[in-house]
């Protein structure tokens, strides 16, 4: 498995604390695919702005409706997160 090197939690200042602040009070923890942007907290910061676009912008489809494309698209590519 690749290893990539990644800020502790504990470790995070100014826009990656506030990134990973978000994301523990978002989903109670920081998901990997956060975790492993943290040596670029403007390009982590940037991604989460287009993912709440994506996630909870204004759409035609639901909430439930968006994570269900993510949920099947990530199967058949065989992402394991």
């Not at 470790?11 to 975790?35: M, P, Q, Y």
């Not at 912008?57 to 994570?67: A, H, K, M, T, Y």
């Not at 949920?71 to 590519?77: D, N, R």
């Amino acid at each position: 498995m690749a290893w990539i090197e990644q800020v502790p939690l504990d470790k995070a200042t100014g826009v990656l604390k506030a990134e990973f602040d978000e994301a523990i009070k978002r989903s109670g923890r920081v998901w990997n695919i956060v975790h492993i942007m943290s040596l670029n907290p403007a390009q982590l910061e940037a991604s989460m702005v287009l993912y709440k676009a994506i996630m909870h912008g204004e759409s035609p489809l639901s909430r439930f409706q968006r994570e269900l494309l993510a949920t099947v698209v990530s199967a058949e590519l065989a992402c394991p997160y």
